[in-house]
């Protein structure tokens, strides 16, 4: 659904973000509604939602319970809106994101 939207990101920030995309499928055993959101790929459960934002070398990970963690990321970055962002070439920190896309979104 969101070919169009990163189609003209490098390589590795396509495939960064595609991970992500399949694992929020995964954690959320596709039941997460994706779309378009004032322009950034959404996943939502009923009113509940987050965003992954791609960008030239990072996606941004937008979702309430980011803030709940600062501590855990203390190896990525985090917007000044309370965003985490990854970076090409970072790990993503799979266990963590479980938790945040389960407390974001529902279990």
């Not at 995964?26 to 939602?49: H, I, Y």
């Not at 980011?66 to 917007?79: D, F, G, K, P, R």
Request: hydrophobic fraction near 40%.
């Amino acid at each position: 659904m969101f070919e169009d939207k990163i189609a003209c990101l490098p390589q590795e920030t396509q495939q960064l973000f595609i991970n992500v995309q399949q694992f929020i499928r995964q954690v959320t055993n596709n039941l997460a509604q994706e779309r378009l959101w004032g322009g950034m790929p959404t996943f939502s459960m009923g009113d509940k939602w987050m965003r992954i934002i791609p960008l030239h070398d990072h996606i941004n990970i937008e979702a309430d319970a980011v803030c709940a963690h600062l501590h855990q990321l203390t190896s990525y970055s985090i917007t000044p809106k309370g965003m985490s962002q990854i970076f090409t070439g970072q790990p993503i920190p799979m266990d963590l994101l479980t938790v945040i896309i389960k407390q974001t979104l529902g279990e």
